[in-house]
Structures are given as C-alpha cells and as structure tokens.
T-cell receptor, first 115, second 113 residues
Framework: EAGVVQSPRYKIIEKKQPVAFWCNPI?????LYWYLQNLGQGPELLIR????????DSQLPKDRFSAERLKGVDSTLKIQPAELGDSAVYLC?????????????FGEGSRLTVL | GNSVTQMEGPVTLSEEAFLTINCTYT??????LFWYVQYPGEGLQLLLK?????DKGSNKGFEATYRKETTSFHLEKGSVQVSDSAVYFC????????????FGKGTLLTVNP
C-alpha cells in the first residue's frame, strides 16, 4: 500500500515569492491534515479536512496561507507571499474515517527555506 | 489547553543500553497517548499507543505505560540498537470537537555501536 506522498521534498525561495505544496493521502483515507514543524519543535496542526470540507482551520494564518482539497482526495497548501519565518517543514498526514483517534499516517514532509 | 512535555535531548547511548524518554502531559478529560518516531529521512510513524489509564503500549521492543496518577507516558526499551536512532515524539489526543493531536517537542536519540 502506498503511503502519503508529498511534493516537493525541498523548496528554496526568496521572500515574498509564492510556494505551493501538494499531498496525496493514502487511498480511502477521508481525513487529511496539514501540520507545520519548526526546527526543534513538534508538529502543529494547520488545517484538517474531512473529505473536501475544512473542519478545523483555526490555526491556519489566513492572510497568507490557503489550502484546498478538491474532490476530497489530493490537497494543496499555498503560501503567498512567503516570509522568512515560514521556513519550516510542512507535513501532510491522513487517517481513515474509522480509526483510533490520534493514529495518523504522515508523509515525508516538504522542507521550505525562505531566503 | 492540552500540552505535552518531553525530556530534552539529545540523548546519546551505546548499543544495548537501557533507554528512558520521559513524557508528561496536561489535558482535560481522558486523553489517548501516543509515541511517534521519525527515522532519518522518513516521515513520522506511530510507534505505540495507549487509550486508557494503566494501558501499556508496546512495539519493536519499546514500551510505555499510561499513568494517570502521574500524568506520564514514559518510553522505555531494555536494549537499544543503532537502528533505533531517531527523533521520538510524545503526543496526546483528548477527543471531542477539538480533534487535534498535540505533540511534544521531540527527543533526538543517537545510539552508537
């Protein structure tokens, strides 16, 4: 079974430029998460989707961050414009509809460096 | 709010040494507790879990017991291997409408041959 796939793995951009990250969850997983992981910190939830609906986006900085999950499968996280402080790893995770709450399957992450 | 506190790393051990990584938590209600592991170059993966007090989670020789009286979920392994070198994250889920997994900061473990 294929795992959660994220791309790109690494991205280096100048500040004020836009950037987008893509995530393909495990087939059949209805719930999709985007997490932010700063250096030396644990992951923090940005947004959670149930199918195509964003059910928790309270931690997403909506002035510059946006996300979508069209058709309830793949998802894209966008930052526009990027700031120096956005340098971090962006993690995507998924879980099936029926699972032990808290059991998530993570991708390898997208490491963003903003210069 | 919910929070998880892990012992700060890095932790460096010799192969076959005993490992303990401390984890304590603050949460309302009765959370489920988890240890996730991140091997170099890989994504986080679930190592073990416990969903109620006094439960013991175990996997790959690692164990952790859910202690409600001390609000702890310490990770232990009797004999570590070089392949256990990774970052370990303690996490909790407290349920309800706030469906969110709260992570500790992570502890880097390096095991030397």
């Amino acid at each position: 079974e294929a795992g959660v796939v994220q791309s790109p793995r690494y991205k280096i951009i100048e500040k004020k430029q836009p950037v987008a990250f893509w995530c393909n969850p495990i087939s059949g997983h209805n719930t999709l998460y985007w997490y932010l992981q700063n250096l030396g910190q644990g992951p923090e939830l940005l947004i959670r989707y149930e199918n195509e609906e964003a059910v928790d986006d309270s931690q997403l900085p909506k002035d510059r961050f946006s996300a979508e999950r069209l058709k309830g499968v793949d998802s894209t996280l966008k930052i526009q414009p990027a700031e120096l402080g956005d340098s971090a790893v962006y993690l995507c995770a998924s879980s099936p509809a029926v699972t032990v709450a808290g059991e998530l399957f993570f991708g390898e992450g997208s490491r963003l460096t903003v210069l | 709010g919910n929070s998880v506190t892990q012992m700060e790393g890095p932790v460096t051990l010799s192969e076959e040494a005993f490992l303990t990584i401390n984890c304590t938590y603050t949460a309302t209600g009765y959370p489920s507790l988890f240890w996730y592991v991140q091997y170099p170059g890989e994504g986080l993966q679930l190592l073990l879990k416990a969903t109620k007090a006094d439960d013991k989670g175990s996997n790959k020789g690692f164990e952790a017991t859910y202690r409600k009286e001390t609000t702890s979920f310490h990770l232990e392994k009797g004999s570590v291997q070089v392949s256990d070198s990774a970052v370990y994250f303690c996490a909790l889920y407290s349920g309800g409408s706030n469906y969110k997994l709260t992570f500790g900061k992570g502890t880097l473990l390096t095991v030397n041959p």
